[in-house]
């Protein structure tokens, strides 16, 4: 007796489908033939042991099981007899016994599928008593059992993945790890056969794959260390137990797996969970209802019809399309499974609609290139039309060249502006138009006239109507903002002393012992006319600061010549505050004057200059304010002529506005000034900015930024007495000045409205 058993998996989320078929459905489709007579008679349901057993009778014995499947979601077990007929025209029949509410009997394509609509999922294992076929109903595995302490413990759930019939031992060829798509950690075992049992189950974080009647080659018992591969997957170990080979695979955080087999080859994929509420089932790239396959040795058309029928889409199979192949997927989305089989076996598949096409790969791309060699014999004889375009917005020679696959601003070798084929290579690459084909813009009237076949004239026209349309403006606002703060402070004295007994008569100077004398001025002049050496050889003694009036017989003092010490304040463009204070004798014969002068200056400056412009999308702008210098410049001849330097504040910007609505600027902002005369030739100060920078529609960013602190302190003073203590400061000149500059540059863009482009 043979049993088709299906567990249906309890901890899915979705829908999912299960189907399991014997191993010799292969032979079903050939061997319904001999039974054309084949026909069904009744369906009904008793209890017995407890379980429920649907009774199938036929109107003879049957030669081998049906092949069946189970739909979990509503709860339904459907089974195919093969060249079996409907003669009674039975149709829903009403059951209402235990788990089975009805049945149905639907004839369709050679065959015949009974469809047990139940209460709720449960397995089935099927039978064949005389002319009638039973099928048990059984209870679900993790209801009809209580779990063990030691599974309860450790969480595990057990699924079979493919019962063992090899009766030797035999070693397994190789164990890997790959890294699949999304981070999915893929473990590819090579079997030593199709035949091999394989056990797959989930024990807390640990996923536990045995494989029966196996060995494992001493250069595999090791561990796999796969952390550095982001895969939830971290580590597999692979072991030998008896005359089992047991891997197992640790994982971290949440994640599901899957595992198909493929003729000699276990594949396991490991993968995060991907929850999307619109998706029937949830997969890396794969968005179909998921089935379980078991097959061994089938025919590869036989199995491409079973995933029609599971999926209700019409597969056309090529005649060059053969071969068999062994098979077991456990949930897994129909379309991987159907892509697993074509790569098994190097097929390709074309998708038209409900229609599927498959064939070898070699097969389908030779199929393709003649469609395409046809097509291209259609464009050399089908005949040309001729077409105008009126443009909008777009100038006609620009869709001129890029109709023609011509670069705008390159080398358009072989084009001529009118009308010219385009043959360059950048034409050759880009051309939409055929060989034939021509376009001629007109720039009086920005038209287009594009003659080519009918095909292309329609994709001519589908890509004006996407170029001709109107640019989206950006307002750019720049705000060039110069701060200037400026201190200075300057003490300074003065400090002289004059003696004019000698000049009125009496003895000038004073007597330092041996009849002679001394005489202080605060320069060679001022000693001459203190002891009167210069007064009575000439009226005006030169360089001297003293003058002498013959006429009324008086001297006047230039008093600048009496000082000792002349360090008054100063600061560039301002004047000092004095304070002064002489110290004379009775007789104002003897002179001693002190002056004392201060100076401090705060200055505060700020200069702002916004430049804004308007520009299309992706269109370069340009805005400037200065003044040119010229300057002689030599030529090459050895003659001289004028040329000009620019001192301009400037602003050059191309704007990009992204989908998301912000605005990438490339910007470049200038602000210059005369500088100093050198050498004849008046420099330029310039600042100068140049960026690329995002910015949200509205907002503003400062782009850039330059500060300049400059501080200075000078001290003159009189050698030795301008280092004196409290003294020093009357033979010394102090003066510090700080000045602080900063240029700060923001820029605001704005996407213009069509209303409102110049508000």
Known sequence: ???????????????????????????????????AQLAIRAVSVSTQAGSEVVRIETSEPLAQ???GFVIQQPARIALDFAGATNPLALGQIALNQGNVRSAQVVEAAGRTRVVLNLNQAAQYRTELDGNALLVWLEPNASAARSASPLEVALGSARGSFAEGTAAD???????????????????????????????IRQQGKQLVVEFAKTSLPEGMRRRLDVTDFGTPVQAITTTQIGDRVRM?????GAWEHSAYQSDNQLVLEVREP????????????YTGEKLSLNFQSIDVRSLLQVIADFTNFNIVTSESVTGNLTLRLKDVPWDQALDIILQAKGLGMRKVGNVIRVAPKDELAAREKMDYEA????????????QSFQLNYAKAADIAAQLRGEIPGGNNAGGSSFGGTGTGSNAALARMLTSRGSVIPEMRTNQLFVTDIPSRLTQAQELITKLDIPVRQVMIEARIVEANDTFGKSLGVRLGGADLRGVRGGEAGYGVGGGNRIAIGGSYNAITNTTTESVNATSQVPGSNFSVDAANAGIAMNTNSTSFVNMPASLPGAIASTFALSLFSPSANRFL?????????????????????????QTKAAIEQGTEYPYQAATSSGATNVQFKKAVMKLEVTPQITPEGGIILDVEISKDSPGEILNGQRAINTKRIKTNVLVENGGTVVIGGI??????????????????????????NKTRIANKKELLVFLTPKVVSERGALR
């Not at 197992?248 to 971290?252: E, K, T």
């Not at 097509?375 to 001729?386: C, D, F, W």
């Open 1 to 35: 007796m043979t049993h088709v058993w299906q567990k249906p998996g309890a901890q899915q989320r979705h829908w999912s489908r299960t189907l399991a078929v014997p191993a010799l459905l292969a032979a079903l489709w050939t061997a319904g033939l001999a039974h």
């Open 248 to 252: 197992v695979i640790d994982a971290q």
């Open 169 to 199: 031992v035999r070693p397994l060829s190789d164990v890997d790890f790959r890294l699949g798509s999304n981070k999915t950690g893929r473990v590819v075992v090579g079997l030593a056969s199709s035949q091999v049992g394989v056990d």
């Open 65 to 67: 099981l049906p092949a």
């Open 593 to 617: 004057n002190l002056e004392i002068s201060a100076l401090q200056a705060d200055g505060k400056g700020q200069v702002v200059s916004s430049p804004r412009v308007i520009t299309a999308d």
């Open 707 to 732: 500060f300049e602190s400059e501080e200075t302190e000078n001290v003159t003073k009189v050698p030795l007495l301008g280092d004196l203590p409290a003294v020093g400061a009357l033979f010394r």
């Open 274 to 285: 991907k929850t999307d509420p619109n998706k029937l089932s949830q997969g890396p790239g």
């Open 375 to 386: 097509a291209a014999q259609v464009e050399l004889l089908e005949p040309l039309r001729t």
